[in-house]
């Protein structure tokens, strides 16, 4: 079997990329990534070990059983949590492990907010087939199923994603230059001009989990998140916040910093020149990857 210490700086990247996108969650996906290399180095240990052909088919075998297990508990934490569920924020770069495969519009916030509609099983499958590139063959000897189930599971997996599939602006400049004047907008607390850049039915989510103040309902129709997001420009610059133009999970966004560490990661979705979606994640529990998390309801409560 080929040495998987040697093999661990080449497979890495695809089986996070895996992980994350079938959880969700950048520290579960750490932890099965472990926990895959762990299993592989103890099978390759194994005094009766046959050859692997393929180390990259072994690795995402291992690696996506692993996370169909963890999805499926992560789904009974998930009925009890508080309010809409974000996944965890990954900021994104060209060398960044997950952003290496296939499009950025599969790691994006809205999209893994979609996968949530499927089953472990289904949500494997689909990304294995749509995302990764695998044949049906392969993708039946991962999940344990025939070819004919897992040819079923996808067809049913598509249609319940192509009824909720987010657009995306095809133009990166076009993208880009929206998102640094709405990041001024936002900083300057001004209604109008976040209001010129939303699209008419723009949906604005944000995710505390109970542990921040956050709107527990989405907010609706360009002028009502217009207003809400210029309040919260205005609060951030109460507590002293600074806002940082950063890409999230392949998408524009901002990391919101304050006295203490991070308090908050929002992305857009973009479409044809306007905003169309607006995540906020300021779960500090879904942080601290990132780095020292604040507190931002002491930093709300000290300015009253």
Known sequence: MTDLAVSHDR????????????LGSVSEAEDVVQEAFLRMHRSASAAAAAPVRSPDAYATTVTTRLAIDALRSARRRREQYVGPWLP???????????GQAESAETLSTAFLVVLETLSPVERAVFLLREVFGYGYDEIAAVVERSEANCRQLLVRAKRRIDER???FEPSPER?????KRFLAA?????????ERMLAEDVEFQGD???????????????????????????????????????????????????????????????????VQGVHNLINPDKLHHLGPVGDLDALLSARG
């Open 11 to 22: 497979l890495r990247p695809l089986m996070f990329s895996i992980a994350y996108r079938m």
């Open 165 to 167: 599939r987010p657009r």
């Open 186 to 194: 936002v900083r300057d607390g001004e209604v109008a001009a976040l």
């Open 208 to 274: 505390g989990g109970g542990k921040a103040a956050a709107v527990r309902k989405p907010i609706t129709g360009a002028l009502q998140v217009a207003r809400f997001l210029a309040n919260l420009g205005r609060q951030g610059a109460q507590i002293g916040a600074v806002l940082e133009p950063v890409t999230v999970n392949g998408q524009p966004g901002m990391k919101v910093s304050a006295p203490g560490g991070v308090i908050g990661v929002l992305s857009l979705t973009i479409v044809d020149g306007h």
């Open 88 to 98: 965890e924020p990954l900021l994104t770069s060209d060398d960044d492990p997950a």
């Open 175 to 179: 993208r880009d230059a929206l998102a």
